[in-house]
């Protein structure tokens, strides 16, 4: 048995690719099920919010597996497994866990110490757990790193800054205008971050 992750985020695509693979919360566990019941996957979990779509898994055999969950994302996506392969992060073993840590810590966000991710991974993981798509290896990993992130939010000043892009963009407008008195703001592409 193998730990192995898949990451497309922000970082390596742009946001009309992201929103292709962008999984709607009612679809996740139909999405886990499926990827479940693939040969070689013993547990996963995915996780899909605006900036980031993760598998987290353990498999029978790396190699084989990242290719069935390339294969399978290419599909969702309406991609080329070819194109979607160049635009993928790929974790294994500890560096699973590394990764996982910085997610759920906000160190991996785009606005460093965000606090949503933490909830987004909990729910993820939980609907994982719900459809039976999870075991001992992933239980451990995902509750260690939801105890760790919490640990995180709660001891250090991470989120003392800004939390959120739109949290920042307020931030910045203060610091640009003298007033907001009087001022208009046009918002476009917003949706609700879950």
Same mark, same amino acid.
């Given at each position: 048995?193998?730990?192995?992750?898949?990451?497309?985020?922000?970082?390596?695509?742009?946001?009309?690719?992201?929103?292709?693979?962008?999984?709607?919360?009612?679809?996740?566990?139909?999405?886990?099920?499926?990827?479940?019941?693939?040969?070689?996957?013993?547990?996963?979990?995915?996780?899909?919010?605006?900036?980031?779509?993760?598998? @987290?898994?353990?498999?029978?055999?790396?190699?084989?597996?990242?290719?069935?969950?390339?294969?399978?994302?290419?599909?969702?996506?309406?991609?080329?497994?070819?194109?979607?392969?160049?635009?993928?992060?790929? @974790?294994?073993?500890?560096?699973?866990?590394?990764?996982?840590?910085?997610?759920?810590?906000?160190?991996?966000?785009? &606005?460093?110490?965000?606090?949503?991710?933490?909830?987004?991974?909990?729910?993820? @993981?939980?609907?994982?757990?719900?459809?039976?798509?999870?075991?001992?290896?992933?239980? @451990?990993?995902?509750?260690?790193?939801?105890?760790?992130?919490?640990?995180?939010?709660?001891?250090?000043?991470?989120?003392?800054? %800004?939390?959120?892009?739109?949290? %920042? %963009?307020?931030?910045?407008?203060?610091?640009?205008?003298?007033?907001?008195?009087?001022?208009?703001?046009? &918002?476009?592409?917003?949706?609700?971050?879950?």
């Amino acid at each position: 048995m193998s730990l192995v992750a898949l990451s497309l985020n922000y970082r390596t695509a742009p946001v009309e690719v992201r929103e292709r693979f962008a999984v709607p919360e009612d679809q996740v566990g139909e999405l886990v099920s499926e990827l479940h019941e693939m040969q070689g996957i013993h547990e996963v979990v995915l996780l899909s919010t605006c900036n980031r779509t993760e598998l @987290y898994a353990d498999v029978e055999q790396p190699g084989p597996a990242i290719a069935k969950f390339i294969g399978y994302l290419s599909r969702f996506g309406e991609m080329d497994q070819e194109t979607l392969s160049r635009l993928l992060n790929r @974790y294994q073993e500890r560096d699973v866990v590394d990764h996982l840590l910085r997610v759920v810590s906000g160190l991996d966000s785009m &606005v460093i110490g965000e606090t949503q991710i933490l909830g987004q991974v909990r729910q993820a @993981y939980l609907i994982a757990q719900d459809h039976l798509a999870t075991g001992h290896l992933m239980n @451990y990993a995902m509750r260690s790193a939801i105890s760790f992130g919490k640990r995180v939010q709660t001891e250090t000043m991470i989120g003392q800054a %800004a939390v959120s892009v739109s949290y %920042a %963009a307020v931030s910045l407008a203060r610091k640009v205008f003298s007033t907001m008195s009087g001022k208009t703001v046009l &918002v476009i592409g917003a949706r609700k971050d879950e």
